[in-house]
């Protein structure tokens, strides 16, 4: 499918402050950006950079005073993502070196905890994808899924003890239970088409039968329309933006997502 | 300055042929990509990745039949690009580690042939950037500029001996004359506003004084209006477009630059 | 100063198990290694990579039964550290934009919560480098430094709250602290000569005044004799090895760090 | 079999010199270091880094006076390199993104002027392995492998005018023909046990059947003993030292390669 993005982003900003952001999303085997657009007003000098995951960053100085982000893009996209039941867990010593970083702990997904509940909670499926998809129903099942529940990002286990969160707290979840079974497993963060309410979305990937699979214990089932913004280890990595200094709050903030009715093709 | 671009490509295509294009220029510390847009026609699915360069390069396979490729794109980009007359010579000790790759020969940039020559012709100049300056005047007195004199890249012993040649073949002789006095040089391809007759454009770039610097031999001198889409040791790395398999000729290619009189900031 | 190190684990494995281990130090500007020995029992076949922070790793499976690693190698490092009282702050927009990682929270280095308190210890220092040696002289004042205290990695938020803990734990808190100033700061694994008791050690480095700087809460003041092995966000990258799979202890550990006089140069 | 390997190198320096080495194997898929030393007298600072081919080399800057690196190493490798007859050709959209340079033409491999010839070489050949080993046996039988027959790298353009080389040589035209018919090769120097002369040597790789396969013009088929040190596009990526400045000619040079006796296992 053909989806229409935007995310805008306005701040009153009091002292100059420094800002990453990652905001530029890549074109990849799964999606295609056909058209990007990306402003700042006022306009201020900007160097993008690749981050170790392959993100695009955008470094600035925001100045003092009202300071706009405007994005928009048009990007074709899967109208269905891959699945594969039985796909099986990948050795340790068979996973590409760049995945490897992916089994760790992270600042929001400590793997260390999870080794009994998640070998327990998969006990009965074939190694791999059958596991993935079984953590992936239990938080579907376990953890509610609440829209606007948390500000700052929680910890896996923090998720764990409190039995509900937002897209981000049960991806969190997610990753830290597929790690501590030497699954690797990443954070994404993007847009989802039909999401509910609109909003920047977070789910994860884990690394099966020789390449990473999509999952989203927030929706009923995997559909399409998705757009990916950024991969890392947690969300301490996929920020779509990290501001240093004192705090500054957005002004206000849109996100929206529309199927492309221009197209035919 | 604010500019518009436009690069559309039509191929007619026998079998279907993989490509590797470089058609997405990085925002940077001298440019920002404002908007863009990149089509292909029919769509086709395409692998983005980011070369030993740092630049973005897209694969896929063009199917048989007509294939077109469409990209614009909206660019802030200098008024007037920096000189620094007298910038001192690097130590090569001194050098980035990623630099270092910049000294030595590459396939179009013979440095190992013109040591002689580089030192005669910059004898009286200080260690760096008026080196590298001497040089560009050199090639602007001494090689004359014609535009569409060649197809195929040619060496820069080749230009020397020719003493005539395309952008490319300039840039290819001041590249291997800087390397062989130590001076780190690149080649940049990209889009000159101004530039006549209207076509992708080379230049190089020598790293003098802690930076890059650009330099351009085609032009009288360096004002602005400069945007880069690829950065490589020769032509060889930086292809908008590279083919593979029986050779394929563009039906037709089309380069535009304009000014953007829309926007006032 | 030139020392002679030695490192020999051994184990007896149930099932072969996948290890990826970090014991091959790399040359850098302050240490060159002049001879290395890194020996397996039986040989395994190895695959060596490079991980996203430079470091060396070496990936096997070791068979069941009696495994040992044996390392020795003989370093030139410096006879002391370079301290910098008064290096300034750098400010975010300077950062080079690979420290720029070393700014985020990680699995043992809650940042995101240690604004107010690092706020308050530093508040009477210049920014830079007299904010960490101010952090550190209150890790040694605060912490109590108690070698074998802890089996697993504590995070900063824990060790905060114990009081005490080992060389790992303390580095913990110091990079969460430095971090949530906007210092970058990363965790060291690697020898220290006179270590008492004697034993692989963790300290870690901030980056002030253009550069990276040690600091080591664990000793009465930086001297010299540190040999770096491996450099990470905190210890979930920088573990010596990494086994997965059910836990495998090793049966003996030797650390050993020897001064040379053999050589006089 | 198990190796053991000197490389020395000792200068008289006239003014202080920067050299960038390539002296330190790395543990591979196919040979491990077991020990390894590296000193150099006087011993001055080194920057050791890792280049865009993931080769180790260490700068320095040689001080005036007589100057000398003494390596040697212990080697565990392969007592006969794999072989694939049929190995089938990789298509180009389906190689990795790291092995798409090794199709460019470079310095020495001017792949783009060698397709016809190529083309005829391999014609009765299926694509892929068998094609590079009709290469491989053509360089054999008709360039006359000479050691010492030149002191400055050749392009393969002039090694096949010349019709005979040295072993950097005949890769250079290995490779030449591999690229041009869109297999992917790259250069590789190292030691050879055996080699008569003994002396630093080059063969090269092709990439057919998903690896890197081996291949060696200079001798009489493919048997063990390979150890590598360096990999890249062609001689100017791989030396094993480059130096800057005024020429400087190595007093003396050793190389050696024995069979290690002393181990059993």
């Keep these: 499918m053909r989806l229409l993005t935007r995310f805008d ?21 799964q999606q295609w950006i056909a058209r990007e657009e990306y402003r700042l007003t006022p306009h201020v000098p900007v160097f993008e ?53 992916y089994l760790l702990p992270s600042r929001y997904c400590e793997a260390d905890r999870f080794g009994v509940m998640a070998a327990e909670l998969t006990a009965a499926q074939r190694p791999g994808y059958d596991q993935v998809a079984t953590i992936e129903a239990w938080l579907r099942a376990s953890i509610r899924y609440l829209p606007g529940s948390s500000g700052q990002p929680l910890a896996a286990t923090e998720v764990n003890t409190r039995q509900y969160g937002v897209c981000r707290d049960l991806a969190h979840l997610g990753i830290a239970l597929c790690r501590s079974i030497s699954i690797p497993a990443r954070m994404v963060v993007g847009y989802l088409y039909g999401l509910e309410p609109m909003d920047m979305h977070a789910w994860f990937e884990a690394y099966v039968g020789g390449r990473w699979y999509t999952f989203d214990p927030t929706q009923p089932e ?17 920020a779509v933006y990290t501001q240093f200094g004192p705090a500054v709050f957005p002004l206000r903030q849109t996100v929206e997502v529309h199927l492309d009715t221009r197209h035919t093709g």
Excluded at 9 to 29: C, K, N, Q, Y
Excluded at 54 to 80: K, M, W, Y
Excluded at 222 to 238: F, L, N, T
């Design 9 to 29: 982003l306005e701040f009153d900003i009091s002292v100059p402050t420094p800002f990453v952001l990652m905001l530029r999303p890549r074109s990849g085997a």
């Design 49 to 101: 950079f690749t981050d170790g995951y392959g993100n695009l960053c955008q470094r600035l100085l925001a100045p003092s005073g009202h300071f706009a982000i405007h994005t928009t893009a048009e990007v074709v996209t899967a109208d269905r993502l891959d699945r594969a039941p039985g796909a099986p867990f990948v050795n340790i010593q068979s996973l590409p070196d760049d995945v490897l970083a």
């Design 222 to 238: 995997i559909g399409g329309g998705y757009i990916a913004i950024g991969y890392g280890r947690d969300a301490a990595d996929v």
